[in-house]
């Protein structure tokens, strides 16, 4: 079980929607949380409303923009990837700018970060990593080219880091939330099952991480309906197609 309370976490993508609502509830818990995000006036005000948090500028698609940063945090006990952009789009209205973009954020700009903090997790023998994914990255799903596939992508990445880690000392988890109202799922047209709070998702954030689950994916049941599609045979999800 992770304890919150002394300890440091480095939160990547705090400064809006989910993330902001992790930052308050580990505050709550008496953790102490390096902010992170492009938006430093949003970290400012943030960090401002909170106990012990101190905010760090970060863009996650800049390698030197996330080497300072790393720097300026320190070393921490655990961090959080939360980063995330998200554009509806179909293979119709194909973007390559907006599905460059979500590749580099969602799923890129991790590899960046973890790279920064991984190393001295093992070699400390002990860390703390959560990586949020999405229910979206379990299937291919219309209208989600570059959002699923990066999530897809992330969640890949968790499971190939669970196994290496295994023995370490260093703890990798992966949770993946479903709809949570956010300035991003304001962007779709279509009515969105089990729509969250960002405070209710941040709860089930909160709870992943105080336990040694590997997987966490919510809501139920929203969630068993969409690892049940996975599950289908492909003869059936694109039959007449």
Known sequence: ?????????????ASHGLG?????????????????????????????????????????????????????????????????????????????????????????GALRVLGQVVP???????GDITLIGSLAGYRGLPASIGYGASKAALISLAETMRHDLKGSGVTLRVVNPGFI??????????????????????????AAMRSSRFRTDFPRPFSYAIKAFNLLPDWLVYRGK
């Open 1 to 13: 079980m992770t304890q919150f309370a002394g300890k440091s976490f480095w939160l990547v993508g």
């Open 181 to 206: 109202k956010t300035r991003l799922t304001d962007k779709n047209s279509f009515k969105m099952p089990q729509l969250m709070t960002p405070e209710a998702a941040a709860g089930h954030v909160i």
């Open 20 to 108: 902001r609502e992790i930052a308050r509830q580990l505050d709550r818990e008496g953790a102490r949380l390096i902010l992170s995000a492009r938006s430093a006036e949003a970290l400012e005000a943030l960090a401002a409303e909170l106990t012990a948090a101190r905010a760090v500028p970060v863009d996650v698609t800049d390698m030197q923009s996330v080497r300072q940063a790393a720097q300026q945090a320190g070393p921490v006990d655990g961090i959080i990837y939360n980063a995330g952009t998200y554009e509806p789009m179909r293979t119709q209205d194909w973007d390559s700018a907006a599905v460059l973009a979500m590749s580099d954020v969602n799923f890129t």
């Open 120 to 126: 001295g997790f093992v070699a400390a023998g002990r």
